[in-house]
């Protein structure tokens, strides 16, 4: 039987400053990579050290193993070492304020993944067996037994239902132009109301290019609309005043303030700039934001503490920040996102 999973139960270790905090499980595979949450694991008088301790032959061996902390030292990574046969190890852990010569100790049981490539000289150390009396009764599998002998032809199935109708062929190509229709009069002044209409040829654009002729719309409710192609362009001279508006365009289009205080999901729907608060007396999460289209940016400003759940599932409308784990945000933090079509990824963020 193939054994590749992984119990994720959580040892306490024995010491009074545990740093560790979760996800250190008792059982793992061989080359797995384990994540771990606590604090200060990590600082530049004390390194994070993982260490794999045990005995072989009466001798206490110890591997180093590769770990890796973030900045903040609150959460890290190591890789599990490849063994020959399941054995019983002793995880040692330091860093930070958990000093080397006392680290924090985890018991755990590594188990032989038969499926997996050996290891290379380059490669971490393999452990050694250890004996099955020093594994304690822990109901681990047995290995998958061999291949049985291939049994006999069966006989031919009945024939399958017809398939469904293919595809429609592409189209065919676009017929020819058309001849131009003949330039109508462009009026001096057009009354209330809406106009859609085109310029036939440059010549009949020209009719308005002189100084003494304007392009006048009447009544309050008159909306002039350019649809312009890929071939047309609008174009304002340099100088002088040639376009006005009464109305106040507004280059950000802002969300307000939204009061997260049991909240899980906000809204992004026609907005890239929101300012979070949170009322409540704990730490609210969001988790999801809805409303986003694709290529859409939106920069979170956090008036309280705040967590975002960081989410590498690809769901829709999750977040996926730079960081592996869920970061909290407090005043005056900032958080810059874009929407891809399915989730929100993180472009950049800071701390204030």
Do not use: C
């Amino acid at each position: 039987m193939k054994k590749s999973f992984i119990l994720f139960t959580l040892l306490f270790p024995s010491i009074t400053y545990a740093k560790v905090k979760s996800n250190v499980p008792s059982v793992v595979v061989e080359k797995a990579s384990v994540k771990l949450r606590g604090e200060k694991l990590n600082s530049k008088k004390n390194p994070i050290q993982a260490n794999i301790v045990f005995e072989r032959n009466d001798e206490l061996i110890k591997i180093p193993l590769p770990v890796t902390a973030n900045s903040s030292g609150d959460k890290a990574k190591f890789s599990v070492p490849i063994v020959s046969a399941d054995a019983k190890v002793t995880l040692q852990i330091s860093g930070g304020d958990v000093p080397e010569a006392d680290p924090q100790n985890f018991v755990l049981l590594v188990l032989n993944e038969p499926t997996l490539p050996s290891a290379s000289p380059n490669e971490v150390e393999t452990i050694p067996e250890i004996p099955a009396a020093d594994i304690e009764s822990v109901g681990i599998p047995g290995p998958q037994g061999a291949t049985g002998p291939q049994g006999p032809k069966g006989d031919t199935g009945a024939t399958g239902p017809t398939g469904a109708t293919g595809p429609a062929g592409p189209q065919g190509a676009t017929g020819a132009t058309g001849a131009q229709g003949p330039a109508g009069p462009v009026p001096s002044s057009i009354p209330a109301g809406n106009i859609v209409g085109a310029v036939a040829s440059a010549s009949s654009a020209n009719q308005l290019n002189n100084s003494s002729q304007q392009l006048i719309l009447g009544g309050s409710s008159s909306t002039l609309t350019l649809n312009l192609s890929a071939s047309h362009s609008l174009t304002v001279p340099s100088s002088g005043t040639h376009l006005l508006s009464n109305t106040s365009l507004l280059p950000i289009a802002s969300g307000g303030i939204i009061n997260v205080n049991g909240l899980s999901t906000i809204s992004a729907s026609g907005v890239n700039h929101l300012i979070l608060t949170d009322s409540s007396a704990g730490v609210d999460e969001i988790e999801t934001i809805s409303g986003g289209v694709s290529g859409q940016r939106l920069t979170i400003v956090f008036n309280s503490t705040i967590k975002v759940i960081d989410d590498e599932s690809s769901i829709a409308n999750t977040i996926n920040t730079s960081d592996i784990y869920s970061e909290t945000f407090y005043a005056d933090d900032t958080l810059e996102l874009i929407y891809n079509g399915t989730y929100w990824v993180e472009l950049n963020r800071s701390r204030n």
